[in-house]
């Protein structure tokens, strides 16, 4: 398995896993049975799980630009050492980025953030050029 697949993996099993700690906060907030009912969904998350989601949700939008671009470059053959690094950055990145957003770090969420969207564009432009 190439790097950039392997990061591929990294990525989407990290963003598949960042739901746990809000609902487990909203279990203990509000009991399982209401819970998994359903019945307590209006209830208000604590402040650090409201930005937990919120976190988590921007996890899953960015996960399909980086999968597309990471299989185009595998598919396309364009795949090399500048995907393969661009593709670790992101994943530090994506990485640093949650438990910043959940201890609402000042800036550090937002550069997190910017340094997923330059290793992004370094694998479109290797992909496009």
Same mark, same amino acid.
């Given at each position: 398995?190439?790097?950039?697949?392997?990061?591929?993996?990294?990525?989407?099993?990290?963003?598949?896993?960042?739901?746990?700690?809000?609902?487990?906060?909203?279990?203990?907030?509000?009991?399982?049975?209401?819970?998994?009912?359903?019945?307590?969904?209006?209830?208000?998350?604590?402040?650090?799980?409201?930005? %937990?989601?919120? @976190? +988590? $949700?921007? *996890?899953?939008?960015?996960?399909? /630009? =980086?999968?597309?671009?990471?299989?185009? &470059?595998?598919?396309?053959?364009?795949?090399?050492?500048?995907?393969?690094?661009?593709?670790?950055?992101?994943?530090? %990145?994506?990485? @640093? +980025? $949650?438990? *910043?957003?959940?201890?609402?770090? /000042? =800036?550090?969420?937002?550069?997190?953030? &910017?340094?997923?969207?330059?290793?992004?564009?370094?694998?479109?432009?290797q992909v496009v050029f």
């Open positions: 398995m190439t790097t950039d697949l392997f990061m591929l993996a990294l990525v989407a099993g990290l963003t598949a896993l960042l739901w746990l700690p809000y609902i487990l906060a909203h279990i203990v907030n509000v009991g399982l049975l209401p819970a998994l009912t359903y019945t307590a969904d209006g209830t208000p998350l604590p402040d650090w799980a409201a930005r %937990a989601k919120k @976190a +988590h $949700y921007n *996890a899953i939008e960015n996960l399909a /630009p =980086f999968a597309t671009l990471v299989l185009i &470059a595998h598919v396309s053959g364009t795949a090399d050492e500048t995907t393969a690094a661009a593709s670790v950055v992101y994943f530090l %990145a994506r990485l @640093a +980025h $949650y438990p *910043a957003y959940v201890s609402n770090i /000042p =800036f550090t969420r937002t550069i997190s953030f &910017a340094v997923g969207c330059v290793a992004l564009l370094v694998i479109f432009l």
